[in-house]
């Protein structure tokens, strides 16, 4: 069969051809996503399925029973099964902010209100997955994590960061430089300044048993060991993660529910003092909203008054309770805006006249005027004094001020703790009130955003400010009401504010204002319950002052709050009879009708006790219709009756004490009861005022009820205004709530008629209206459905779970249960968007699944399944009440048991099972059988009694699968209301997901992910309560709830598949909740049916795709439901990695071949089985399943004929990228052992890539020099599958983005491509690269080798060539780069910057800016410099590198230090894999014929790698392999790759010149052992010396930063090695080697020396003379440096020396063309040439150790041929001709006439003829001849050419 592609070895092109015409005709659709059809597989061993299909995965739990692991314990054991660990219960105890919990203290309660408590103190139900944070989506490469692995790094050590830090070794160098001599001072020409600079150099250290004749297989060993050691374990520790936004398969864990508070503020009352302190002054503060027109808090009171003040109060007040103490109040505000007051409202004792008289004496006098009114203040004393002895307990308005809180905050400007003082007075007012003034700052400091949409203020970071307010407004007797504030307060933010003109009262009031601690010491919530942290209860406290949000705020409830404010408003008795004009209310709460019947329950204000059984209101004196400004604040109690009701008594207090005339005088009494019907009364009222006491039994009737014989004032009219309102986590205020609850708890006791509204509900007609109330739950209000959301979720739970018993039938409400909760669900969506996280999970949802939703009667807290449970007092067939269970009692997973009859167990399994046990137990003596229960796990539950499975499932299927209704419902029901059926939540929540349709499958749909976590939940809490979690997988759950789990995920999948197009967004989120829903269940189900689950889902796609033209969009989706399922934690256990693959069926393998790794893979089979792990085979992708799709999705994705899936490469290269760095920071995979297993999971990932070669960016473009290597010729790639494509046609097909090639040119476009390839980006090229390192670094050299040995030539080429791009792709950018990078992102940012304004300032349109970009105009991305670059393309996120840069523009000195520090050690680490996987490609093809080229591969990517920027740590390595490689194959290199041989000597020396000395040792020894292997081949190193001297030449001429110093040190090194080399001592070797480092040396001095005299040409010219003497044993570089010279001298016109040089030239070539070709018209040699200078014998090539230059890469320049010859010896002749030297023009022409005539080229004779007839006429015309005779005695030793000069000079001075 014809070769198959690289990871399916050798599949044919033709086969895919064939299956995609098959399947294209059974599909009609696009055949686009056909291509993607390659068979892969060993198609005579196994079916095959395509990869585009998913294959049927292995039954996993039979899987682990059929291959158990002979390992007890180990490392290898945990990665066969989940651990026992892997899922926990937890039950938390909640957090309580308070030191005591606020629960009421009553003991009766009503059902409802347990509940609400239950739901407010129980733990919360936790389900953890141990080693969740161990999955993908916790990726510490992704996380902040990856900084704490980088630490330790060691500091890689890289020449071109040594020489970017510029003098590291200058003192080095000076100190060099004083010990060898100038070459000035030497004399030249000799050897011996060079012998003597050469000694006077010190060596670098020798390399230890370099010169030891040690076994190959040694050395191998030795540098195996080196290398391995100090290795960085974690690769992608090293290296970032890809850009991403936040990984899809993060779910992050949500909030634990508590308490709500907007931005808190502490306000601190310091003083309080007016200008005379005659009374004592009460004081409070709240705030307000004026555009919201609404009081956002209540009332702080504080008391400021001295010791002294408060004395005149004492007969009336009570000793005050410290919690009245308080003078520092925290406010929160949720929605902060510029329209928030603090007002501040002061009152008095009442006394004898208005306000205004009252207020009188406060604005006349002054504190300076004490001592002359010192009368006068006396006599206001003692009238105050008076009046606080007779109506001490009464109040009267007095003044308020406001301060426009903003104002503040934004003058205090951000936080900087120092405290900012503000002063607001009249004067000042003006500044301090203008709102022109606010905004501008507003402006200039752009404040945070909060909690508010509108007007952004920030109160959590300003600084503290200190307020003294100046002034205070008299209060307005008849302008006390809120709506009159409201008008104050607008008037006040207004410049010419009407308020200005009043008089006001001067007083200095002090508070500071700052944002409150996180955790302030000695708090009180509003019940004045102590805060955490109350260390000493006698300090004085600061209170929580409660908020009533200017909006609706969606939180639940998490504690019991139950506060009822009381707002009088106004009274109108203008019409009662008789005196009723100094008017105050008596406020008080009743339980019964008699006076003593007043619950101490108002809380106190200041300075008095903490409650109290009454309040009254300010009196405003004179006045019948008076307004009330006062807030009475009532602590509910839990439970209420229909006789709780509210009492306001009317009273005239007499001010002026008269006779007879008592203190206080009633005048009217009116009333609210606190219930109405059951629900609480709220709301505003204007209540008739009776005259006389209400008689018995009003209570439970209403004031507006007219009673008979009763007188009213004004004929029973609503005179009087109050507003009452409810602060309650109890009472829901919504009646659709309400009557829910109510019919809900009526069901749990059993109490009926149930009475709700006006309707009296009876058993019979209970069940439509339980049915019409939770339909109706859906026209609640949204904010009550939040508030209570806990509560209402766990009761609908309960009508699932348990159908109540009514009237003798089962009531099944699980439909409308579900129903509701899905309209429910889809409200809280729909209105709550912001509390959304990235997959649409509503997060009040999120927590309540995780934190409180549990199966009800599981509370191992409670002392019985009743009262504990959910359901309130829902009772298993007993009617024993037990009491609230003790907080204390906190039993882990007790067994809880019915209390009432000891033989039931707590959870009866089955509808009758409990029936039979109670009538049972009757007969049966079990009274023991439970008593010693001995712990949890004593009994399970309902082990006893239990039917037989059988006729369980037959019952259960019989009612169509709903809870089948029992003969003995009737007796039940005399017991209670519900039946003890418990149904499975997740069960029955399957089911009627399954069975549902029409509007509430959509709305079920939209919020999936709700009720799969909710299943999940379910799942594993009924799991956990009955001891199952260790159970067998296969026999958790019921074959029919498998059953309709397959259905859901079946039917869920194809709405997928079906509707990705039109509904996109929910689309995306049904396919995350599933793939999430996927992954849970793998944690608790049986893992091979949920594998079937992600085939069918798979099945589904595929089908779909086929008829797809643009499938790119639903591929993506499965892309990430793969990403998500692949996230699980034990995703590694779930791919089996210690199966070997055999076919499922086989008998389990032997324990050797499963644990050791050694194992030889010698049979047949075992080839087999190596084949199939590194292919996507069948056995591969069934057996690691997961890994297998991973895989599969790459290689589809990837696959150049995939059409329009260009633009998932990214996303697929990242899923594989992103497990990859989680399997490597996992630490249970830490042992290497481990890790090789892991790798295994990913061997068909090196196929893959190498199939990828031609589409991955090409990194070797930025070393301009070196084109990607093409290690293969065209025929071969052709030769091994005639349909295969030339791999330089592939390449070509794979080229740049634009047609213009920037690719080296060997890759040539040609017309037969149909279709260009497109190239990977830099970025997802570096993934992929990243990925195939990391399993070549971690997988079993031992696999590895062996599949190595399988592959064909041409794919070990490819691997090769792989590898040769990883050099590149990692090689080290050095320190420079990172800094310029730095500066590039800055000056790149401020680009951007203003191409965006210029385009928000429209002076480019989008056309223009398109056209623009086509032509190309745009800069190229930043990136090109570094990293290669693409033209054309807009700003390619993923082509910038360092795109994390342009967070943070400017990055410090430590940051680019740590970059470069991180990018050494992956380059490092990068490359020493490299180096490890070559020595593996080595040692398999060391064996086989045709390793030699394969081993030219390995040595080009070693030489490559050599090329690069690589650290001092890798060269050791390199050059270690590199002398090993020579040793083991030394004709490679000085037979049959002899250019590498010349590209290793231009290494090796260029490593010789480093500026670190171990370099230079490694390099130098390396060099050494080369010459000395080559002089062992056959007796000279002609080859090694001709390659280093040319490689000399051109690093001295090309290298920028060369340093002759440190290469003169390796030239030592090289001269040392020789001398202690007691091997060849005997041989000419010594002597030789001893001959090139000296030629080596003074080649190097002079060239160094031509450097500095470029500018002295005599000077120039001689070393130049001397270098061409250097490279006598290198004809070309001889040549070359020959015509150099003669070219000098042509440019000076020194033509008779120009001429000599081209002699010379000329006399080289004729040596070597006499050796090449036996032609006899042409020269001999440079004999021949003796007659025009005797010192052309310098040319012949006689010594020992002349090359050949027959031999590849010798004489191959242009002039060695014949008509090279002729050109230089015709430019000889014409030099000679211009120099006037006509006799040496005839010898020329005597050379080159034979070969012309040889010829017959008649016309160079006649030309030439024609010059020599000229030549000699001149000879004959020349007048003297001695200027002859001089140059005949010095020009003929050729090159003296500076002496003839300074002969010729010195004669002819002129």
């Known amino acids: 069969m014809a070769e198959r592609r690289a990871f399916a070895q050798k599949i044919s092109r033709t086969v895919a051809a064939e299956v995609r015409k098959q399947i294209s005709g059974q599909y009609s659709g696009s055949p686009q996503l056909l291509k993607n059809l390659n068979l892969v597989g060993n198609i005579s061993h196994h079916t095959t399925v395509p990869l585009t299909e998913a294959v049927d995965p292995v039954d996993l739990e039979d899987y682990l029973i059929t291959h158990p692991l002979a390992v007890d314990s180990g490392p290898l054991r945990d990665l066969i099964e989940f651990p026992p660990d892997d899922i926990e219960v937890v039950y938390s105890p909640r957090d309580c902010r308070t030191l005591v919990s606020a629960v009421p203290e009553e003991s009766e309660m009503d059902p409802h209100v347990r509940d609400c408590i239950r739901s407010y103190t129980e733990d919360w139900a936790i389900v953890i997955r141990k080693y969740h944070k161990l999955g993908t989506g916790f990726n510490p490469n992704t996380l902040d994590k990856q900084k704490e692995r980088q630490k330790g790094l060691p500091k890689q050590v890289f020449e071109s960061d040594e020489a970017a830090d510029g003098n590291s070794y200058q003192d080095d160098q000076d100190d060099l430089k004083r010990r060898s001599m100038s070459i000035d001072d030497t004399p030249r020409g000799s050897w011996a300044c060079s012998i003597f600079d050469l000694k006077n150099s010190l060596p670098d250290a020798l390399l230890p048993n370099l010169l030891d004749r040690t076994p190959n297989e040694e050395i191998d060993r030795q540098n195996d060991d080196q290398r391995k050691s100090n290795r960085h374990k974690e690769l992608f520790a090293l290296h970032p993660s890809p850009d991403e936004e936040e990984p899809i398969e993060r779910l992050s864990v949500p909030d634990v529910p508590k308490e709500h508070f907007g931005q808190r503020l502490l306000v601190k009352c310091l003083s309080l003092k007016f200008e005379i302190e005659i009374e004592p ?436 009219k609503g005179v009087f205004n109050v507003e009452v309102v409810a602060v309650s986590s109890i009472h829901t205020q919504d009646p659709y709530l309400d009557k829910f609850f109510a019919l809900v708890n009526a069901l749990d006791e059993h109490m009926f008629p149930v009475r709700i509204g006006d309707m009296r509900i009876m058993e019979n007609n209970l069940e439509n209206e339980l049915k019409s109330s939770i339909s109706a739950l859906n026209s609640s209000q949204l904010e009550p459905v939040v508030r209570f959301l806990h509560l209402l979720l766990d009761k609908l739970i309960l009508l699932v779970i348990r159908p109540p018993v009514i009237a003798g039938q089962i009531v099944n409400l699980g439909q409308a249960s579900f129903e509701a909760m899905a309209s429910i669900i889809n409200r809280l969506h729909k209105n709550l968007e912001g509390n959304h996280d990235q997959h649409g999970r509503n997060s009040l949802l999120a927590s309540y699944i995780h934190y409180v939703f549990r199966l009800p009667n599981t509370y191992p807290n409670s002392s019985s399944p009743g009262p504990g449970g959910l359901g309130g007092s829902v009772h298993y067939a007993t009617m024993a009440r037990s009491a609230v269970r003790p907080a204390s009692l906190n039993l882990n997973r007790s067994r809880s048991l019915s209390n009432s009859n000891p033989d039931i167990s707590g959870t009866p399994t089955s509808p009758d099972d409990e029936v039979r046990s109670i009538i049972g137990s009757k007969g049966l003596d079990r009274s023991n059988s439970w008593v010693n229960t001995g712990g949890p796990k004593a009994a399970p539950w309902g082990s006893n009694p239990s039917p037989s499975a059988e006729s369980t499932q037959a019952m259960d299927r019989s009612c169509n699968r709903m809870s089948s209704h029992t003969e003995t419902s009737s007796f039940l029901q005399t017991l209670t209301g519900r039946l003890p059926t418990k149904k499975l939540f997740h069960e029955e929540l399957a089911l009627q997901w399954v069975v549902c349709s029409g509007s509430v499958r959509e709305s079920a749909l939209q919020q999936a992910w709700f009720f799969f976590e909710l299943m999940v939940k379910s799942m594993v809490h009924h799991l956990y309560f009955n001891d199952k979690l260790d159970a067998p997988r296969k026999s958790r759950f019921p074959e029919r709830f498998m059953d309709d789990i397959a259905a859901l995920v079946s039917t869920i999948a194809s709405d997928i598949v079906s509707r990705f197009q039109k509904d996109t967004e929910m689309v995306e989120r049904l396919n995350t909740s599933l793939a999430f829903f996927l992954n849970d269940l793998l944690s608790v189900m049986d893992r091979g049916f949920v594998f079937s689950l992600i085939k069918s889902c798979y099945k589904q796609v595929s089908s779909k795709l086929y008829s797809l033209p643009n499938p790119s969009v639903l591929v993506s989706l499965r892309l990430d439901f793969l990403r998500i399922i692949c996230s699980h934690e034990h995703y590694v256990t779930l791919n089996l990695p210690c199966s070997l693959l055999t076919p499922p069926a086989s008998p389990s393998p032997s324990v050797s071949s499963a644990t050791s790794q050694s194992s030889g893979f010698s049979t047949n089979v075992q080839d087999q089985k190596i084949a199939n792990m590194f292919e996507l085979s069948v056995p591969f992708r069934q057996q690691h399943y997961l890994a297998g799709l991973v895989l599969t999705e790459l290689a589809v994705i990837l696959d150049p004929d995939a059409e329009g899936l260009f633009g998932l490469h990214k996303k697929v290269i990242n899923m594989v990228h992103n497990l990859l760095s989680s399997h490597d920071s996992d630490p249970r995979y830490s042992d290497p052992q481990i890790k090789a297993r892991v790798a295994m999971l990913y061997l068909p990932l090196i196929g893959i890539i190498m199939e990828t070669v031609p589409q991955l960016y090409d990194f070797t473009e930025t070393h301009n020099q070196r084109g990607r290597p093409i290690c293969i010729a065209t025929d071969d790639y052709e030769s091994e599958s005639g349909s295969m494509i030339s791999q330089t046609v592939a390449m070509a097909i794979a080229g740049t983005s634009v047609p213009q090639l920037t690719r080296p040119g060997s890759f040539l476009l040609t017309s037969t491509s149909g279709r260009q390839h497109t190239t990977f980006s830099a970025e997802s090229s570096r993934s992929l690269l990243i990925c195939l390192l990391w399993v070549l670094k971690n997988a079993d050299e031992t696999v590895l080798q062996k599949w190595f040995t399988d592959l064909s030539v041409l794919q070990l080429n490819r691997l090769l060539d792989l590898l040769y791009l990883c050099v590149s792709c990692f090689e080290y950018k050095g320190k420079k780069v990172f800094e310029r990078m730095n500066s590039l992102t800055f000056k790149k940012s401020k680009d951007m910057r203003a191409k965006l304004e210029e385009a928000i300032l429209g002076s480019i349109g989008a056309r223009q800016e398109m056209v623009r970009r086509s032509r190309g105009q745009l800069e190229r991305s930043p990136s090109g410099s570094a990293f290669g670059s693409q033209e054309n393309l807009r700003w390619r996120k993923d082509m910038t590198h360092w795109r994390q840069n342009t967070e943070k523009l400017d990055k410090s000195r430590a940051e680019i230090e740590h970059e470069a520090l991180i990018d050494g050690n992956l380059a490092t680490e990068a490359n020493l894999i490299i180096l490890d996987t070559l020595e593996i490609v080595v040692q398999t093809v060391s064996v086989t014929e045709s390793k030699e080229s394969i081993l030219g591969g390995v040595l080009k990517v070693l030489l490559h790698s050599m090329a690069c920027n690589q650290s001092a740590v890798y ?234 230059p027959d031999e590849e890469g010798i004489c191959s320049g242009k002039y060695f041929t014949e008509s090279g010859l002729v050109g230089l010896l015709e430019q000889a002749a014409a030099s000679f001709s211009m120099a006037g030297m006509y006799e040496a023009v005839n010898e020329v022409y005597k050379v080159l006439i034979p070969i012309h005539e040889a010829n017959r080229d008649a016309k160079k004779l006649s030309t030439i003829h024609g010059k020599l007839q000229e030549a000699f006429s001149k000879i004959v015309h020349q007048s003297t001849g001695w200027e002859f005779y001089l140059v005949d005695i010095f020009l003929f030793d050729s090159m003296k050419t500076s002496v003839v000069l300074f002969f010729l000079k010195a004669m002819f001075p002129s």
């Open 1515 to 1748: 060269l050791q390595h390199c050059f270690a392999t590199q002398r090993a490689l020579v040793s083991k194959f030394p004709e490679l290199l000085f037979e049959e790759e002899t250019e590498q041989c010349a590209d290793l000597c231009l290494r090796l020396l260029r490593h010789c010149s480093s500026s670190i000395s171990t370099i230079r040792s490694h390099a130098s020894a390396s060099l050494y052992l080369l010459m000395r292997q080559n002089f062992e081949i056959g007796n000279n190193f002609a080859r090694v010396k001709m390659q280093v001297t040319m490689s000399l030449s051109s690093l001295v001429g090309t290298s920028q930063n060369f340093n002759e110093e440190f290469l003169r040190r390796s030239l030592k090194t090289i001269l040392t090695y020789a001398e202690e080399d007691l091997e060849l001592r005997e041989t000419t070797f010594p002597d030789q080697v001893q001959d090139l480092v000296f030629n080596l040396h003074m080649i190097l001095s002079d060239t160094v020396k031509m450097k500095e005299h470029q500018e002295d040409p005599e000077m120039l010219i001689d070393l130049m003379y001397r270098i061409a003497k250097g490279y006598q044993t290198s004809p070309d570089l001889r040549l070359t440096w020959l015509q150099n010279m003669a070219g000098k001298h042509s440019e000076r016109s020194n033509h008779a020396e120009a001429a000599q040089c081209l002699v010379h030239s000329a006399a080289l070539v004729a040596e070597y063309l006499s050796m090449l070709e036996d032609r006899k018209y042409l020269p001999v040699g440079c004999v021949t040439f003796q007659n025009i200078s005797s010192n052309v014998l310098e040319e012949s090539a006689v010594s020992d150790d002349v090359v050949s």
């Open 281 to 716: 002054i009460f004081a409070s503060l709240a705030l307000y909203d004026v555009k919201e027109k609404k009081k956002i808090s209540e009332n702080f009171y504080f008391d400021l008054n001295s010791e002294q003040m408060k004395g005149l109060l004492r007969p009336h007040v009570p000793p005050a309770a410290i919690t009245t103490l308080a003078r520092s109040a925290i406010f929160s505000i949720t929605y902060p805006s510029q329209d928030v007051f603090l007002v501040i409202k002061l009152e008095k004792v009442l006394q004898q006249g208005d306000i205004g008289e009252c207020a009188e004496p406060y604005m006349i006098f002054k504190e300076a005027d004490a001592t002359k009114n010192k009368e006068k203040l006396e006599k206001l004393k003692s009238q105050a004094d008076q009046f606080c002895q007779r109506l001490g307990k009464y109040r009267m308005p007095f003044a308020w001020t406001a301060i426009h809180l903003m104002n503040i905050v934004s003058s205090a400007g951000s936080l900087e703790r120092d405290s900012t003082e503000v002063e607001i007075s009249t004067g000042e007012r003006k500044g301090s009130w203008s709102e022109r003034r606010n905004s501008s700052i507003v402006g200039r400091r752009s404040l945070e955003r909060t909690t508010s949409g509108d007007d952004a203020c920030n109160l959590t970071s300003f600084r503290p400010a200190t307020l003294t307010v100046t002034n205070f407004f008299k209060q307005e007797g008849d302008r006390l009401s809120d709506e009159d504030l409201y008008k104050f307060l607008a008037d006040m933010r207004r410049p010419s504010s009407v308020l200005r003109r009043l008089r006001p009262i001067t007083a200095q009031l002090k508070i500071d204002i700052s944002p409150a601690p996180e955790n302030p010491h000695y708090c009180l919530t509003p019940e004045l319950l102590q805060v955490k942290l109350y260390p000493d209860s006698r300090v004085r406290p600061t209170r929580e002052i409660l908020e009533f949000p200017a909006r609706d705020v969606y939180v639940p409830n998490t504690t019991y709050r139950n506060l009822l404010y009381i707002y009088p408003q106004s009274l109108n008795f203008a019409n009662r009879q008789g005196s009723a004009r100094n008017i105050t209310v008596k406020v008080q709460f009743m339980y019964g009708e008699d006076p003593s019947n007043a619950m101490p329950v108002i809380f106190g204000k200041s300075s008095c006790s903490e409650f109290s059984k009454e309040a009254y209101t300010a009196v405003v004196y004179h006045n019948r219709s008076p307004d009330f400004h006062e807030e009475i604040k009532v602590k509910l109690p839990a439970t209420l009756t229909d006789h709780h009701h509210l009492l306001f008594t009317f009273y005239h207090v007499s001010c002026q004490q008269k006779q007879n005339t008592p203190l206080e005088t009633p005048v009217g009494y009116t009333w609210i009861p606190m219930l109405q019907n059951g629900r609480l009364k709220t709301g505003q009222f204007c209540l008739p005022v009776s005259l006389e006491k209400p008689p018995q039994a009003y209570s439970v009737l209403s004031p507006e009820v007219p009673l008979p014989g009763m007188k009213w004032v004004d004929n029973h």
